[in-house]
């Protein structure tokens, strides 16, 4: 995400969805924190990692959750993750707002590729379904 982004998110000023995601260490327990775009389809929201399976979704995985952030406010989630086959539709969305910012890690797959396209990256590109615990 753009230094500037991540500088406007931590200050409480949304771009276009952005948060920091905070979510424990699967190790340490200690919390960890990145940038992250917020994707609201069908009335769902999503978390899809563009740089594959990296720190966070590992830790994701074994929290079950965490905490997104927007300045001073935060929200806790609970998270599910997505199943391969069930990935198309919010990858499309998700590159039809982000693919300026992300495009480079889908392997030249945009959203308006087809669906077995998106099949074909969707188990490199991790996405978890985040439900509101508050």
């Known amino acids: ?49 563009p740089r594959g399976h990296v720190q966070w979704t590992h830790n994701m995985r074994a929290a079950g959750g965490g905490r997104l952030l927007l300045g001073k406010h935060v929200e806790e989630f609970t998270a599910a993750e997505v199943a391969d086959d069930d990935k198309p539709a919010v990858l499309r969305a998700y590159l039809k707002r982000w693919k300026a910012e992300v495009g480079v890690f889908f392997d030249e ?26």
Request: net charge positive; proline share 7%; aromatic share 8%.
């Open 1 to 49: 995400m753009n230094p500037f982004v991540a500088w406007l998110t931590r200050r409480g000023i949304s771009v276009w969805g952005s948060r920091v995601l905070a979510v424990r260490g699967r190790k340490s327990g200690a919390w960890r924190t990145t940038p992250v775009n917020v994707l609201t389809l069908d009335g769902e929201r999503y978390l899809v990692a």
């Open 109 to 134: 797959v945009g959203p308006d590729s087809s669906d077995d396209d998106l099949r074909r990256i969707a188990p490199d590109h991790p996405v978890f379904r985040i439900t509101s615990a508050g």
